[in-house]
């Protein structure tokens, strides 16, 4: 009977050591972010001193992704995984991880094979792509929903130009000031359509860009507003609001620059914090042209269609009085 167990004790041992060990390893994610993927690979009981006694071979289902042969010191491709690579002198230490470039990266179940002359043993790896949001859903709504309050609010601007003022405006400056607002708007509904929720990319780069930057013409439409209005003019108040909006435009554009470098939007307070001043100036500009506007009297008729009527019933009295 002992016998009998220690051979079989002998027979564990010696089919435990023809393997080699590779470390389960968890399902690896990658993103938007990753300029490079690692797919790791581990093997726990390598006892080779010279890459000859070691052979390696990634696959991706059927499909080779990268081949090494120590003796040969040679690592060969899949037609699909040109950017495939990993640290030959790491394969000594048991580390055979592969790196691919995010281009390469195909979600899957790859295959990690190693040989040590007569060992061998393989591992698979699951890689999974996980969506990163560039902006929170929150910060999506905020970005576009202060310039496009800042635009209502120049129409708002404009109605009490056009109504209040329009015995003194010419009919040049409206239409100009109609045109250049109709433009800013149609900008920014585009930028706000290339700009929908998602990950970091070219078209929303751009979406953001169309939102921001063309919110400096506000700047010129409040300040043309200002100047229109007769009884404004460049005040006290006038000026303290286009700083105020200045200093809204430069931050908002501070921060697209920040953001636009990163994959997700660290610095989108500062960007949505100069969105927000400049919907706030409009705002102000908006109530302030208003109060002036209400407190303003009635434009006077010309002197002359006064005087005449006057004259009559002076010159009527006078009669009168002879009789």
């Known amino acids: 009977m002992w016998p009998l ?67 040969q010191r040679t690592s060969t491709t899949g037609n699909n995984f040109s950017s495939a690579s990993i640290v030959p002198e790491a394969l000594l230490e048991g580390t055979a991880s592969l790196k691919l470039d995010k281009s390469d990266a195909v979600p899957g179940n790859y ?37 496009m309050l800042a635009i209502l609010l120049f129409w708002g601007q404009f109605g009490v130009v056009t109504l209040k003022y329009n015995s003194s405006v010419t009919k040049e400056k409206t239409i100009l000031l109609f045109v250049v607002g109709l433009v800013l708007t149609i900008v920014t509904i585009v930028g706000a359509i290339l700009f929908i929720p998602g990950e970091h990319s070219t078209a929303r780069s751009s979406g953001l860009g169309l939102i921001v930057v063309p919110t400096v013409i506000l700047i010129l439409l409040q300040y043309a507003a200002f100047m229109i209005a007769p009884a404004i003019g460049m005040s006290f108040f006038s000026i303290a609001i286009l700083i105020l909006q200045v200093l809204g435009f430069v931050l908002s554009v501070v921060g697209l620059r920040l953001c636009i470098l990163e994959c997700v939007a660290l610095h989108s307070p500062l960007l949505i914090s100069g969105l927000g001043i400049i919907a706030l100036a409009e705002l102000l500009g908006l109530v302030y042209m208003k109060f002036i506007a209400s407190n303003q009297r009635t434009i006077q008729p010309p002197r002359k269609a006064v005087e005449e009527p006057l004259n009559e019933f002076k010159e009527s009295k006078g009669m009168m009085n002879d009789e």
């Open 111 to 147: 295959t990690c094979e190693v040989t040590e002359l007569s060992r061998e043993g393989e591992a698979i790896i699951e890689l999974k792509y996980r969506v990163v949001n560039w902006f929170s859903p929150n910060e999506n709504i905020l970005i576009i929903i202060f310039p």
């Open 5 to 71: 167990v220690v051979l079989l004790l002998l027979a564990s041992a010696s089919c435990g050591s023809a393997q080699l060990i590779l470390n389960k390893t968890k399902p690896v994610e990658y993103t938007n972010c990753n300029k490079t993927v690692v797919i790791p690979c581990f093997v726990s009981n390598v006892e080779a001193t010279t890459l000859d006694d070691l052979y390696l071979n990634w696959k991706f289902g059927n499909e080779n992704v990268l081949t090494f042969v120590g003796s």
